[in-house]
T-cell receptor, first 113, second 115 residues
Framework: DAGVIQSPRHEVTEMGQEVTLRCKPI?????LFWYRQTMMRGLELLIY????????DSGMPEDRFSAKMPNASFSTLKIQPSEPRDSAVYFCASSWTMNTEAFFGQGTRLTVV | GENVEQHPSTLSVQEGDSAVIKCTYSDSASNYFPWYKQELGKRPQLIID?????GEKKDQRIAVTLNKTAKHFSLHITETQPEDSAVYFCAASSNYGGSQGNLIFGKGTKLSVKP
């Protein structure tokens, strides 16, 4: 397996535009996590899924953020409309089951200007 | 929900010295405590983990200890080397309750090992 795959690796967008981040978890992993990393806040858990079902989205900062997992091999994190304060590195991670090693993707560096 | 506090935020040691990073957690139902290392510009990667039925675990130069009563756990790195320089994150996760399987991270410790 190629590991967790995220796209794009870098995204620069203008304020107000819609941004969609994509993630392909490791095959067979039941858990998928979305994190946002900034210097100030560290690694914040935004939302996580178990068997494609969202379990806890309390970390999603605002209604501008939404996440979906239509099937076991794909998830998206959407920001609409984007704002400069959304600039961060967004990581997707997956794990085989709960309380096991989470494997991170390479991350998407988002810059909103 | 779970809250994980990590200290110190930065740590500088001389090569060969030991480094200790400490974390506390708030949810007594948490039972899985991994540690991740993140090198500059790279993804976090697991280096060691411990479960609540174990008090200590060691892997070569790295050890973790867990005190469930006090709700704190620590990472110990002995004989530090320059390649240990990175940001280290602790995390906690529970398999009980409505947020079972969540994985909450501390804010990280930037470790610098000076040759």
């Amino acid at each position: 397996d190629a590991g967790v795959i995220q796209s794009p690796r870098h995204e620069v967008t203008e304020m107000g535009q819609e941004v969609t981040l994509r993630c392909k978890p490791i095959s067979g992993h039941d858990y998928l996590f979305w994190y946002r990393q900034t210097m100030m806040r560290g690694l914040e858990l935004l939302i996580y899924f178990n068997n494609n079902v969202p379990i806890d989205d309390s970390g999603m900062p605002e209604d501008r953020f939404s996440a979906k997992m239509p099937n076991a091999s794909f998830s998206t994190l959407k920001i609409q409309p984007s704002e400069p304060r959304d600039s961060a590195v967004y990581f997707c991670a997956s794990s085989w089951t709960m309380n096991t090693e989470a494997f991170f993707g390479q991350g998407t560096r988002l810059t909103v200007v | 929900g779970e809250n994980v506090e990590q200290h110190p935020s930065t740590l500088s040691v001389q090569e060969g010295d030991s480094a200790v990073i400490k974390c506390t957690y708030s949810d007594s139902a948490s039972n899985y405590f991994p540690w991740y290392k993140q090198e500059l510009g790279k993804r976090p990667q697991l280096i060691i983990d411990i479960r609540s039925n174990v008090g200590e675990k060691k892997d070569q130069r790295i050890a973790v200890t867990l005190n469930k009563t006090a709700k704190h756990f620590s990472l110990h790195i002995t004989e530090t080397q320059p390649e240990d320089s990175a940001v280290y994150f602790c995390a906690a996760s529970s398999n009980y309750g409505g947020s079972q399987g969540n994985l909450i991270f501390g804010k990280g410790t930037k470790l610098s090992v000076k040759p």
